[in-house]
């Protein structure tokens, strides 16, 4: 397929997106566990991430977290994000995400997922639009529409987010308020 064609379809798709479920390691982070000896755990996140799922939430586009692990530290930052559909332990996610889609009354078509490993690929092979990052494995390169140029946990979900909210006609609207 010519490259406008598929920028044309990868645009398509993306227009009809009403959710867009996240992994969080290897996507909101660059994968790194740190682990202390009291079974603490601490991840990194990135701040523009934040800023653009806050942003992309604000355009109308509704968020979750679907993750194999827990994590007190994620439900921290969904709260500080205003992600209200956490899914943790989420050992089968593909029945977690049909379980979503079901309960919002939305077709598979209207959602996105972004993932970063083999575990995620039966979400990502039912969900309208697939995202994934560079570092993934090439399988799951090869089932994504899209991989993002920026590195998990260094502004890939931002890029995620703005590609959306451009594809939706959102993101000058979003900005618009800092070029003031």
């Not at 379809?9 to 982070?29: E, H, K, P, Q, Y």
């Not at 939305?106 to 490993?117: F, P, R, S, V």
């Given at each position: 397929m010519?490259a406008?064609a598929?920028?044309?379809?990868?645009?398509?798709?993306?227009?009809?997106?009403?959710?867009?479920?996240?992994?969080v390691?290897?996507?909101?982070?660059d994968?790194?566990?740190?682990?202390?000896?009291?079974?603490?755990e601490y991840?990194?996140?990135?701040?523009?991430?934040g800023h653009?799922?806050?942003?992309?939430?604000?355009?109308?586009?509704?968020?979750?977290?679907?993750t194999?692990r827990?994590?007190?530290?994620?439900?921290h930052?969904?709260r500080?994000?205003?992600i209200?559909?956490?899914?943790q332990?989420?050992?089968?996610?593909?029945?977690?995400?049909q379980?979503l889609?079901?309960?919002?009354n939305?077709?598979?078509e209207?959602?996105?997922y972004?993932?970063d490993?083999?575990?995620?690929?039966?979400v990502?092979?039912?969900?309208?639009?697939?995202?994934?990052?560079?570092?993934?494995p090439e399988?799951?390169k090869?089932?994504?529409?899209?991989t993002?140029?920026?590195?998990?946990?260094?502004g890939a979900?931002?890029?995620?987010c703005?590609?959306l909210?451009?594809?939706?006609?959102?993101?000058?609207?979003a900005l618009?308020?800092?070029l003031?």
């Amino acid at each position: 397929m010519p490259a406008d064609a598929m920028n044309a379809a990868l645009i398509a798709r993306a227009r009809n997106i009403r959710l867009v479920a996240f992994d969080v390691d290897g996507v909101m982070t660059d994968g790194t566990l740190f682990l202390a000896d009291d079974g603490q755990e601490y991840k990194g996140f990135n701040s523009l991430d934040g800023h653009g799922l806050r942003m992309l939430k604000g355009s109308g586009v509704e968020l979750a977290i679907i993750t194999g692990r827990n994590s007190r530290v994620v439900e921290h930052r969904a709260r500080n994000l205003g992600i209200e559909i956490v899914h943790q332990g989420a050992h089968d996610k593909l029945a977690v995400y049909q379980a979503l889609c079901r309960e919002l009354n939305l077709d598979c078509e209207a959602t996105a997922y972004m993932g970063d490993d083999v575990v995620d690929l039966p979400v990502m092979r039912r969900a309208g639009l697939a995202i994934t990052v560079p570092a993934a494995p090439e399988l799951v390169k090869a089932h994504s529409h899209y991989t993002t140029t920026r590195e998990a946990g260094r502004g890939a979900v931002r890029e995620a987010c703005e590609f959306l909210m451009r594809a939706q006609g959102t993101l000058d609207a979003a900005l618009a308020p800092y070029l003031k």
